[in-house]
């Protein structure tokens, strides 16, 4: 009989304490009541630390005395989960779920998402699917209802020909990468997921850490795909305009191939990577903050390159197998 997976859940805040209050009664409600809650505050000023010492005195709270982004804060929640675990055979069965704090989960969403685990012990990293929710308020942020639409989210990412992550819609659960609103890892993955001391690259532009933790772990022969079975909600966002740290992530992915991909795999893909080259440098001519992210990029690519000698130090698959990824 196989042992059930045991579970963490890391979320990282920056005066979230109303989304915080939410995500935590979603929490409660679950038919699974075994998890373990990580709350790394980045310096908030709204009293969260305070709140949750009163309110959720089960929760474990960390608080760091300045925004170093959320790669930093979630590798050291990370380094605090796998301290605690020394038996290499306990990682096998303990998953990680990183969630951002204005996620809602569904009442059966972790059951859903530790009986996958549970099953399937070659399933490394997966990601619920993200559906756009609604709160119906009683005036008590405490106590909800969560009113789904028919919006979905995110399904998971594909990466294109030309190095493009996309939405890669319905359909199968096989996912290049997992939507970074709510994903889960399993811990031994984890810990072989590590480059150079840190297990979310805090160099990459925010949004970015979650595709580059994906795109390593095919590279290391780890199973990839999401779960539809599950389901978490986020509220719709107030504003359809991408925010600065979007837009570089999604033009801005040069790091993310200096990092991970390969010279011959480039070079048989080299029209598409053309084409998409052009076009961001046509966004880069009329978006100045974003082309000066850009030029501020080059001053990492050592730092980039040295982590892809590290990565490829590693047993890898092959380049042909690399290929077979790209749409």
């Given at each position: ?58 929760v474990v709270a960390l608080r760091n005395f300045r925004d170093h982004g959320v790669a930093r804060a979630w590798n050291q929640s990370v380094a605090l989960a796998l301290s ?83 939405e890669k819609g319905k359909g199968t659960s096989e996912a290049f990468a997992v939507a970074r609103g709510c994903f889960v890892v399993r811990a031994s993955a984890m810990k ?136």
């Amino acid at each position: 009989m196989q042992e059930t997976a045991h579970t963490s859940i890391h979320v990282v805040v920056w005066n979230h304490r109303d989304a915080l209050g939410r995500f935590l009664a979603s929490l409660e409600r679950q038919t699974c009541k075994e998890a373990q809650v990580i709350v790394l505050d980045n310096a908030s000023s709204d009293g969260v630390q305070g709140w949750l010492q009163h309110s959720h005195p089960e929760v474990v709270a960390l608080r760091n005395f300045r925004d170093h982004g959320v790669a930093r804060a979630w590798n050291q929640s990370v380094a605090l989960a796998l301290s605690r675990e020394s038996d290499e055979m306990s990682l096998d069965q303990r998953v990680f779920i990183f969630a951002e704090p204005d996620i809602l989960f569904a009442p059966d969403a972790l059951q859903k998402i530790v009986d996958t685990f549970t099953a399937d012990p070659t399933l490394m990293i997966a990601g619920p699917c993200v559906q756009v929710g609604r709160v119906v308020a009683d005036g008590d942020e405490e106590r909800f209802e969560i009113e789904p639409t028919e919006v979905m989210e995110s399904t998971g990412m594909s990466l294109t020909r030309g190095r493009r992550f996309v939405e890669k819609g319905k359909g199968t659960s096989e996912a290049f990468a997992v939507a970074r609103g709510c994903f889960v890892v399993r811990a031994s993955a984890m810990k072989r997921l590590a480059v150079e001391g840190e297990w979310f690259d805090e160099l990459v532009f925010p949004g970015q850490e979650v595709w580059d933790l994906c795109w390593r772990a095919h590279l290391l022969g780890m199973s990839v795909r999401m779960l539809p079975e599950a389901t978490v909600y986020r509220l719709p966002a107030s504003s359809k305009r991408l925010t600065h740290e979007q837009r570089c992530a999604r033009f801005l992915r040069g790091p993310l191939c200096w990092k991970n991909d390969v010279l011959m795999n480039r070079l048989l893909r080299l029209p598409w990577i053309v084409c998409d080259r052009v076009w961001t440098a046509l966004y880069l001519l009329t978006h100045g903050r974003v082309c000066l992210a850009w030029l501020g990029t080059w001053r990492k690519r050592s730092a980039f390159k040295k982590k892809h000698a590290a990565l490829f130090a590693q047993t890898h698959v092959s380049s042909a197998e690399m290929r077979r990824w790209f749409v």
